[in-house]
């Protein structure tokens, strides 16, 4: 019984980060949309790219910080790779979408 609520509180963690980087990148998408370049601080191209970099820097420290808040050495490699790979996951496709808005 230990075994499951200590996996279920894991998936919690994993698909918190997950949403932290959803939020993120919808956050650097709508100020692309909105055509706020002067928010990343460049105003080249690669500004967008930069934020988004961001966020997934915010994704992997956040990971770090909470699957070390779960105290529980049982599957912390399993649950950092869900984590930081569902992270790249959704800022890969955020890049993806928002390249059209990176060349303007």
Known sequence: MVEQSGTRFGWASVMLIWAVAIAG??????????????????????????????????AVIGTLVVQLATRRPEGFVGRVSASIGGAVVVVALAALLLAPFAAA
């Open 25 to 58: 990148c919808a956050i650097v998408g709508g100020l692309a949309l909105a055509g706020q370049s002067d928010w990343f601080g460049d105003d080249s191209w690669l500004g967008l790219y930069g934020a988004l970099g961001v966020v997934l820097a915010a």
